[in-house]
């Protein structure tokens, strides 16, 4: 069995390469490294079953050889990313989701589409469930990333009626684990960075805002489970416990034990006030649910952020 994981060397689509390998499955990995890191595969450059290739999946696909599986990771994620890149972002949602869904249709391989809790926009109902429309705004600054998002998953009903290609959706909530990047301007990164350097903390708002953070190995096993099911519309994978984002800086302050101030600074525009999954879909359907506590996966996450910092202060040395 071989995949093809678009934005295989970023945060999710590494752990995900690693995960298909350890179930047997051959891998190409194709990145153009805009968010990426060939660091997060380096550990495979020996690996027989895995192979890389620096592509920008906008433009259009021809990949030699069969494939079973199309799995669709590539995008900016990190709202500071996707405000640096929003034509980018729109592109890769659009003409990368055509692009991906045609290979899959050529190939006759399942396609396996990344998608996001921003569907819901800055949702009016909590938790929410895969049956809520959501609450976006097209024009805001984060409608580049959102609206790409709800056209992948339209193109992708459109493939599955229209050419009966095997697909599957999954809405992914917020993430956290080992190979984030340091500075993609995500609340984790940036609250562990400030923290190990003995900055400030900068929580954006009053911090009462919620979200729920799931650990990576959690989320990659529920998108491996989603993928081995039969089941065509979106599916929530997240971890359903919910934090506020003042309360969130003050857990890893205090597990870091770093004696920095938090400071206020202005809530971005369409910052969503809550956020949290319903995952009673994903608990049915694939008898999944996050095992990792908030506690051990913060834990391994700050070992290699440590890593990380001490490179980084190698590098200015
Ligand atoms: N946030 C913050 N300080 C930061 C970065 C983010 O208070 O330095 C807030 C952000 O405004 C949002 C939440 O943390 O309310 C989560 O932001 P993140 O960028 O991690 O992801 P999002 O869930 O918004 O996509």
């Not at 970023?10 to 060939?38: M, P």
């Not at 597990?255 to 369409?270: H, S």
């Amino acid at each position: 069995m071989r995949a093809v994981v678009t934005g295989g060397a970023g945060f999710l689509g590494s752990h995900l390469c690693d995960k298909l390998l350890e179930r047997g499955w051959d891998v190409l990995c194709l990145d153009n490294l805009i968010t990426g890191a060939e660091m997060n595969v380096a550990h495979l450059s020996g690996n027989k079953k895995f192979q890389y290739l620096r592509r920008d999946v906008t433009q259009p696909l021809s990949i030699d050889g069969t494939v079973d599986a199309m799995l669709h990771f590539a995008s900016p994620a990190s709202p500071v990313d996707y405000l640096k890149f929003p034509i980018e972002t729109m592109m890769v949602g659009s003409a990368g989701t055509h692009n991906a869904l045609d290979l899959a249709l050529a190939k006759k391989a399942r396609f396996f589409l990344a998608s996001t809790s921003e569907c819901y926009g800055d949702p009016e109902v909590s938790p929410q469930s895969e049956s809520y429309w959501g609450r976006v705004n097209p024009i805001g600054p984060r409608g580049v990333y959102d609206e790409a998002k709800r056209f992948s998953e339209a193109m992708t009903m459109a493939y599955l009626r229209y050419h009966d290609v095997d697909t599957r959706i999954v809405r992914i909530f917020n993430t956290y684990g080992p190979r984030m990047r340091l500075n993609d301007g995500r609340a984790l990164p940036n609250f562990v960075y400030q923290a190990l350097t003995g900055q400030s903390i900068t929580v954006y708002g009053d911090g009462k805002q919620t979200r729920s953070f799931c650990y990576v190995s959690d989320l990659i096993e529920g998108i491996y489970r989603l993928l081995e099911s039969s089941e065509h519309e979106p599916t929530n994978v997240g971890n359903p416990q919910e934090i506020t984002i003042l309360e969130f800086a003050e857990r890893i302050r205090a597990l870091i034990g770093a004696e920095v101030e938090i400071v206020f600074e202005p809530l971005p525009q369409d910052d969503p006030k809550q956020r949290r999954p319903d995952i009673s879909k994903a608990r049915r359907l694939l008898n999944w649910e996050p095992k990792v506590s908030l506690e051990d996966g913060l834990r391994d996450t700050l070992a290699y952020f440590r890593t990380q910092v001490d490179k980084e202060a190698a590098r200015k040395a």
